[in-house]
């Protein structure tokens, strides 16, 4: 048991401890804030709310972030900024004259029945029944979480003048802004090793008059805002440092808030609150579980799903034993790794963070429409409820694999690249289109029953393609980044569309893998999820400090996974170029880096950040020149297998296409640039037929 060991009364006038000192911006943001939820400052005005329609219509689960930040943070405010804002310490409202006892006794409801504040009458019993109604949640509140949950009783406030006694204070306000209520932490507790807890009062909404979704049902608002209020008093009794930021976009309140909705929906299931924030997570699964930009950033309350999932897959106990090891571990937000510890302890080691991350990822995508394919044991209880907007379209997540390859995508230049704790999901459609184009004998190429020959003089080889295609997924993890990636690959099959076949996978830290899978128009669709997972708290730093790419192949393009492959050059491909029948209209020229015993680049970062000058210089057949490729080094290609490509359109220098024939390539490759060592070089011929 924690053995209390100063007390210091706030009253917003003190300040909880603060990591680092606050830039003018920051102060006036934080400020701000507080100034906002406080009712000093509407809405246009504040910084927190960008989108003025969006909050209006679901509103703002809580303002004790902002609370919390302005009371943390107070000593460390310029006196300057202080006075030029015109903010006000705002301590308990002293202007309501009635108040009730709950049933239990444990609860003082604060409330007044005329002007701005009036609180609700349309209910049996008037304003006296909406507050008994009110005062009874309460106590059902507590006994859920207390008796039934097993958490610890928030602190008393009885310990100074202004809290008076051991009941527990909700003040019944109108809230200037469509937000459900806060609760304020007006004294910090120091305990013996070094946490810090901490006393509360609660504010909610008087009527909930401005969120239509509670329209004529005020009550179903107030047991929602009772549950995650109160829970944020039990948490400040547990941990309050778990609310400390570490950096200007990430901290506990994350997971402060998301376990607060979390609790909503354990102790009322049917009335399913959450479900207005579920876009604001599923619209963006890159976006970390961490996240957190301040009061008006409504992805917080929608990362409710991760205990959610949590809670489903394991037991609600486990939200107890994260918070639980929170408050052991003493100042500082923990629970990333507290998670880890606690999935670790409960499964006996068989399970890790990032796994069960992996499996997290895995759930959200069988909801909405694709919630009827989960297999068993996999997906949410009330799955079919949600719908998920990140497939169907490349903006969401998803590229349509058709027949012209080679597909290449980069997630460093796309919205696929997922924040730390954020996931990406890659849909390949159409695989059963995949198809081969040409087939090969001997000397000559057969396109559509036509035999053309070809010249196999000036060293030149063909490339024969047999009639097996494979997909290439190549995920690189940067070297700096300490943690395995969880993935999953889902097949579906063509012909039993609602079959599904599901690997888990769990990639190394540090490495660029690549896969091949033979065959993949077995598949109507075949869909890649990872998630670069860690309990590391600090790795969370927007922008991202890590990078991945993917590249999508097939036999069209010479072996893209070549082990113990030396610098060289492949074919220009496809070769004959028969441009009626191409979709893209290029010719490809090939160049392959020096790769290890598994296919990968000897040396990764000179490949990603500075591989050797390439350049290819093109003729026709009376020797004339037609054009140069020599910026190779800046075309994007799929080099995390060594494989550098570049393109010739077809047309001379000047841009025009060119005609009809057979035109001589020479490309080499130099080590650093064009006036290093050439390291190989290869001639052939190519031809365009039109």
């Known amino acids: 048991m924690k053995k209390y060991l100063v007390t210091f009364i706030l009253c917003l006038s003190c300040s909880f401890v603060s ?65 030029t804002s015109g903010v006000q310490l705002v301590d308990r409202p002293d202007f309501l004259t009635d108040s009730t006892v709950s049933p239990s006794g444990k609860f003082l409801i604060h409330y007044t029945t005329a002007g701005d504040h009036a609180v609700y009458s349309n209910v049996a019993g008037g304003s006296a029944g909406y507050v008994d109604s009110v005062a009874q949640i309460f106590d059902d509140v507590y006994d859920h979480i207390v008796n039934t949950l097993g958490y610890p009783e928030p602190l008393h406030d009885s310990s100074y ?39 509360s009062f609660l504010e909610l909404e008087n009527d909930f008059d401005k969120l239509s979704k509670y329209v004529n049902r005020p009550l179903d608002a107030v047991r929602v805002t ?11 009794a547990i941990d309050f440092s778990e609310s400390e930021m ?22 009322y299931d049917n009335i399913n609150d959450y479900y207005i924030y579920l876009p604001f997570f599923f619209n963006d699964p890159t ?53 880890g510890e606690v999935i670790d302890s409960a499964t006996s080691g068989a399970e890790s963070y990032e796994t069960a991350f992996g499996e997290f990822a895995l759930w959200n995508y069988f909801t909405g429409s694709r919630a009827g394919l989960a297999p068993e044991g996999v997906g949410y209880e009330e799955r079919n409820n949600y719908i998920p907007e990140f497939t169907e379209e490349l903006e969401g997540g998803t590229i349509e694999v058709e027949f012209n390859y080679p597909k290449i995508a980069f997630a460093n230049d796309n919205p696929l690249l997922p924040d730390h704790n954020g996931t990406f999901y890659l849909t390949l459609l159409h695989m059963d289109k995949l198809t081969e184009l040409y087939a090969c004998i001997d000397s000559t190429i057969i396109i559509d029953t036509v035999v053309v020959a070809i010249d196999t003089t000036f060293d030149t080889t063909i490339v024969c393609h047999d009639s097996t295609t494979v997909l290439d ?37 540090g490495a660029a893998i690549g896969m091949k899978l033979t065959n993949p128009s077995e598949y109507s669709s075949i869909t890649l999820i990872f998630s670069p997972a860690s309990t590391n708290r600090q790795f969370y730093s927007p922008p991202n400090v890590y990078s991945i790419a993917y590249g999508i192949l097939n036999t069209l393009d010479p072996d893209s996974l070549n082990p113990n492959a030396p610098t060289s050059i492949f074919y220009p491909y496809p070769n004959p170029a028969v441009v009626n029948k191409m979709s893209d209209k290029v010719i490809n020229f090939k160049f392959q880096y020096a790769t290890d015993s598994v296919g990968i680049p000897v040396n990764l970062t000179d490949v990603l950040i500075g591989e050797p000058y390439m350049i290819v210089d093109l003729f026709n057949l009376n020797g004339e020149f037609i054009r140069t490729l020599d910026k190779i080094s800046s075309i994007k290609s799929e080099r995390l297998t060594g494989n550098i490509t570049t393109e010739w359109d077809m047309k001379n220098q000047s841009g025009e296409e060119v005609a009809s024939g057979v035109y001589l390539a020479y490309a080499r490759i130099y080590d650093g640039d064009i006036d290093g060592e050439l390291l190989v070089e290869m001639r052939t011929k190519l031809a365009v037929i039109r």
Request: glycine share 8%; hydrophobic share 40%.
């Open 19 to 83: 990591a680092s000192e606050l830039t003018i911006e920051e102060q006036y943001e934080i400020i701000n804030n507080y100034m906002y939820v406080t009712g000093q400052m509407n809405r246009s005005q504040s910084t927190a709310y960008a989108d003025d329609n969006l909050v209006s219509e679901i509103g703002v689960k809580c303002g004790m972030s902002a609370v919390a930040d302005f009371q943390k943070n107070f000593t460390k405010f310029d006196s300057h900024i202080l006075k």
């Open 161 to 199: 003048a202004t809290g008076g006694d051991e009941k527990y204070d909700v003040y019944l306000l109108d809230f200037d802004g469509p937000y459900y209520g806060l609760a304020y932490a007006d004294s910090l507790i120091e305990t013996v090793d070094g946490d810090s807890l901490a006393t």
């Open 226 to 236: 009772a549950a995650h209020e109160f829970f944020h008093m039990v948490q400040f």
């Open 246 to 267: 570490v950096s200007n976009a990430v901290g506990g309140k994350a997971w402060m808030e998301m376990s607060a909705v979390w609790m909503e929906e354990e102790i």
């Open 287 to 339: 976006a970390s579980i961490q996240q957190f930009q301040g009061p008006g950033d409504l992805h917080p309350y929608a990362s409710a799903i991760f205990p959610m999932f949590l809670s489903q897959k394991f037991d609600r106990d486990i939200v107890k034993s994260i918070w639980t090891k929170c408050g052991e571990y003493g100042p500082g937000p923990h629970f990333l790794q507290v998670v």
């Open 473 to 509: 997924f190549i995920l690189s993890l940067d070297v700096g980044f300490a943690n395995p990636w969880a993935g999953s690959i889902l097949y579906r099959d063509k012909d039993i569309l609602d079959s599904i076949i599901i690997d888990t996978l769990l990639y190394p830290a």
